[in-house]
T-cell receptor, first 115, second 111 residues
Framework: DTGVSQDPRHKITKRGQNVTFRCDPI?????LYWYRQTLGQGPEFLTY????????KSRLLSDRFSAERPKGSFSTLEIQRTEQGDSAMYLC?????????????FGEGSRLTVL | GQSLEQPSEVTAVEGAIVQINCTYQ??????LSWYQQHDGGAPTFLSY????GLEETGRFSSFLSRSDSYGYLLLQELQMKDSASYFC????????????FGSGTRLSIRP
């Protein structure tokens, strides 16, 4: 299966620690997105990349969050000095540039629990 | 800014038809999408409407009225496996590549 993969699937950390999530998109997809989802809510946009360029970052995202996609392939999302409010599912999605529908292909997510 | 509104919960009977509505506010519009998400799973794409009218894909259909800033997802011949959350989504007004999701409608199917 060559879908979007995310690692780790689950992460439990203590408040104040740093965490990093990795996303491997579908190989031919140029666009890569990060979303955050809490229980009972829809995915909330965090940031997206076109190849290695980070084209937009949510204003809701504090400077504790940073994302990279150094070679236009996999991406990492780092959260520094985690807070309990960061507990959520972090979803990665990819899409082809040429897609007319803008369909996003999501990974299974990385669930973060901050104690 | 943009906003999407959809009912938080809908309950229906197995074998019946259910409609999930979505209204949106956006200054620019590139299309309305629908996604399905089962508990513990990833959102998966169902449909996309860029123009007014009905798009049918098997038991699922999606409708769009751009003049009313309104769309709906219609699910027919409901099956227990259709129990899931359904999200409408629009492309961002400033960037067609940024996709914004509604808060979702949780559909529960009763036998």
């Amino acid at each position: 299966d060559t879908g979007v993969s995310q690692d780790p699937r689950h992460k439990i950390t203590k408040r104040g620690q740093n965490v990093t999530f990795r996303c491997d998109p579908i190989s031919e997809h140029n666009r890569l997105y990060w979303y955050r989802q809490t229980l009972g809510q829809g995915p909330e946009f965090l940031t997206y990349f076109q190849n290695e360029a980070q084209l937009e970052k949510s204003r809701l995202l504090s400077d504790r969050f940073s994302a990279e996609r150094p070679k236009g392939s996999f991406s990492t999302l780092e959260i520094q000095r985690t807070e309990q409010g960061d507990s959520a599912m972090y979803l990665c999605a990819s899409s082809p540039t040429s897609g007319l529908t803008g369909e996003l292909f999501f990974g299974e997510g990385s669930r973060l629990t901050v104690l | 800014g943009q906003s999407l509104e959809q009912p938080s919960e809908v309950t229906a009977v197995e074998g019946a038809i259910v409609q999930i509505n979505c209204t949106y506010q956006t200054s620019g519009f590139y299309g309305l999408s629908w996604y399905q998400q089962h508990d513990g799973g990833a959102p998966t794409f169902l449909s996309y409407n860029a123009l007014d009218g009905l798009e049918e894909t098997g038991r699922f259909s999606s409708f769009l009225s751009r003049s009313d800033s309104y769309g709906y997802l219609l699910l027919q011949e409901l099956q227990m496996k259709d129990s899931a959350s359904y999200f409408c989504a629009v492309r961002d007004e400033g960037s067609a590549s940024k996709i914004i999701f509604g808060s979702g409608t949780r559909l529960s199917i009763r036998p």
